[in-house]
């Protein structure tokens, strides 16, 4: 079975040099905000450019606390996009906001920022954008919305660390960025982990306090935090992989070119946004959409294909694993059934949660391993479809 993506590989190759990282940390005694993760949240703010980052339990945590750390709560508004997964609009609801979604460009599977400026009411406080499968927002135009209407801008990096938009890192175009050491990332850990990161000194010093049960000095708890801190042990053994992160994204990213180069000539088959070219029978065309100096980390290798569950099916038969992320986009989700959104309301998230499959991807995957999953999806795609104009 060719898989997604393999977790352990990672470790195979370093075991040395985590094993010991691991060990020290247990010699040490020191196992909650010791000197890994201070250490690993310098060096991810400057492996990102930007000032600071504090090192919590999660992704998910990092987005809540980055809300918190904002004072966006009930009443507020936080546009964001449907196509992500649930973690971002449960930050949302955790904090006591309202999600308001707004549609997405086929092309690029991001929020569309030319539908932003109409979501905005006077409750709005904030966009929450997500990289999703590591494919850079067009963040020039959210900002630029954000700064005309006063607005915060928190960004989902869960699935981005290392991706890039006009040479910047993401997470750093915005009030704050949101990571995640989940891992299946970019940069998996051994467990959970996240990470918020912010040039802002005094959003990093709310979400250290709000980690750390709402108190700057130990006992004296100026309001409701939580307990939500990175592991020494997984910021060790993070520190190990950050060495690697980039040699990772550039794998990554050649696997993507291989692919992209085995099914730009095919049909019936729509590759990602950075050899993008035309809209797969999507009920919009988007004239005049230009490619703006992209740095996708390709998390995800994602094409929107007809006929999905029979090409999955075939695939799996022949021991390939494919996944749908995600079925379902979160507006139609029975947990924001509350919000009130129809099916056909949010067509461009509807239509990708239809078509989209995520094919293998991870640093590590062979090339035989490569040239199998082409063979076989250029094969099923002849076969499903002998007639395509
Ligand atoms: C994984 C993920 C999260 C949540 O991260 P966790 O570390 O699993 O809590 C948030 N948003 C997106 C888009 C993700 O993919």
Redesign the pocket.
């Known amino acids: 079975m060719i898989q997604l993506c393999d977790v352990s590989e990672q470790y195979r190759q370093l075991k040395d040099e985590i094993d010991a990282a691991m060990q020290a940390v247990a010699e040490s005694g020191m196992y909650i905000l010791g000197p890994n993760v201070k250490a690993l949240e310098a060096e991810i703010a400057a492996y990102c450019g930007c000032a600071h980052g504090v090192g919590v339990n999660?992704?998910?945590?990092?987005?809540h606390l980055a809300l918190r750390a904002l004072r966006i709560g009930p009443g507020d508004e936080v546009i964001t996009t449907p196509f992500?997964?649930v973690?971002?609009t449960e930050?949302i609801g955790m904090v006591g906001a309202k999600p308001v979604f707004v549609d997405i460009n086929p092309a690029t599977f991001n929020i569309d920022p030319t539908l932003i400026e109409a979501a905005i009411t006077p409750q709005t406080k904030a966009i929450l954008p997500?990289?999703?499968y590591g494919q850079p927002c067009e963040m020039s135009e959210i900002m630029d919305i954000a700064q005309r209407h006063g607005l915060r801008v928190i960004e989902?990096c869960?699935?981005a660390l290392g991706s890039s938009y006009q040479g910047k890192k993401v997470g750093t175009f915005g009030d704050v960025g949101?990571l995640?050491?989940?891992p299946s990332?970019n940069m998996g850990a051994f467990g959970?982990?996240?990470m918020v990161i912010t040039d802002n000194a005094e959003i990093a010093e709310r979400v250290d306090i709000l980690r750390r049960h709402g108190g700057k000095v130990k006992y004296h708890h100026s309001e409701l935090g939580l307990n939500s801190r990175l592991d020494e042990l997984q910021a060790a053994i993070l520190r190990v992989k950050l060495h690697h992160l980039d040699r990772w994204i550039t794998e990554r990213r050649r696997r993507a070119q291989s692919y992209n180069a085995a099914f730009l000539p095919l049909t019936g088959i729509q590759t990602p946004h950075e050899c993008y070219r035309g809209a797969l029978r999507c009920p919009t065309v988007f004239a005049g959409f230009a490619v703006q100096d992209l740095y996708a980390s390709y998390?995800q290798y994602t094409v929107l294909v007809e006929g999905r569950a029979a090409i999955q099916q075939r695939l799996k038969e022949m021991g390939i694993q494919t996944m749908i992320y995600y079925p379902v986009p979160l507006h139609l989700q029975e947990v924001h059934e509350n919000l009130g959104w129809q099916k056909g309301s949010l067509p461009h998230a509807e239509w990708v949660a239809d078509h989209c499959l995520s094919l293998p991807i991870y640093p590590e995957m062979r090339a035989d391993q490569q040239t199998t999953v082409i063979n076989a999806l250029a094969a099923v795609l002849t076969d499903t479809q002998p007639l395509a104009a």
């Open positions: 999660s992704g998910t945590d990092a987005l992500t997964f973690a971002t930050a997500v990289h999703i989902d869960a699935q949101c995640s050491f989940f990332k959970d982990g996240g998390h």
